[in-house]
């Protein structure tokens, strides 16, 4: 139930999870800042205009038809899609995936601690939720551990409008590095899939490379390998190599 704004200006937070801190620090607006939580902004269904308008039954309302395929599909899934090609909305979901976070759920079971990542559900494994959350279960806990020796972490956020606006693509990585030699790495796109898009062959390559301009520019091409976008969403691919490289290139 912490709210973003105390996420974002909490001194601990900036001092030892900046990735996180800045990641809270570009949801939403200030507003929504003050009273949203983190839980909230984890656990907040799509903004698919197909999906919260009424004179729609799309297929994550029960219908047969995801619109998005034949229709405005400017801001949907370019990874993971199919049969519902919504892009996950969450800011904080990639910086915490990104900084291996646990989350722990209670319920009339008891309570349960899994990996953030595995608490996402793409739409082939069930197309009318996005989370593995049940009804009689809430959200109670999240788990970050501190950073690895030599890592630094970052969040870059594309959006249509500089005010408050949802990404069209993010970016959170965590890089560790020795020198110019990069440990480990790990790298999560937001806006681009139903979840929160874990680059892991990108994650692969970078380990044990020199981290330069070239290095960079292939770990980007890698990490959207498999991409398929629609008919007016393409231009994502671009925009999200772009800040893929960006994120790599501000860790030297």
């Known amino acids: 139930m912490t ?3 105390e996420i974002e200006e909490h001194k601990a937070v900036q001092d030892k999870l900046l990735i996180l801190s800045a990641a809270a620090g570009e949801a939403a607006s200030p507003q929504i800042r003050n009273s949203g939580t983190i839980g909230g902004n984890i656990c907040q269904r799509p903004f698919c205009w ?3 308008s009424a004179s729609f039954t799309c297929l994550r309302k029960g219908g047969e038809v995801c619109y998005a395929v034949a229709g405005d599909n400017r801001f949907h899934a370019i990874l ?3 049969p519902s090609y919504i892009a996950h909305p969450s800011d904080v979901a990639p910086a915490l995936v990104a900084l291996d976070a646990r989350i722990k759920i209670a319920g ?4 349960k601690v899994i990996p953030l990542e595995k608490f996402f559900v793409l739409p082939r494994v069930d197309f009318k939720r996005e989370n593995i959350l049940g009804p009689d279960e809430i959200v109670t806990e999240l788990q970050v551990p501190y950073p690895k020796a030599g890592s630094k972490g970052f969040y870059h956020k594309a959006r249509e409008r500089q005010a408050w606006d949802h990404a069209i693509v993010s970016v959170a990585t965590v890089v560790q590095r ?9 790298v999560v796109l937001g806006g681009v899939a139903p979840i929160p898009w874990r680059a892991a062959k990108a994650e692969e390559f970078l380990r044990g490379k020199r981290l330069d301009e070239g290095t960079a520019q292939q770990a980007s091409e890698i ?3 498999g991409a398929t976008p629609m008919k007016d969403n393409g ?6 190599k772009s ?3 960006r994120s790599v290139l501000t860790a030297v």
């Not at 009339?108 to 309570?111: H, Q, R, S, T, V």
């Open 3 to 5: 709210t973003l704004s």
């Open 50 to 52: 197909y999906f919260r």
């Open 80 to 82: 993971g899609g199919g």
């Open 108 to 111: 009339p079971a008891g309570e």
């Open 178 to 186: 020795r020198g110019e030699m990069c440990q480990g790495a790990r």
């Open 223 to 225: 990490a959207l390998e």
């Open 235 to 240: 231009y994502k691919v671009g925009l999200a």
């Open 243 to 245: 800040l893929v490289q």
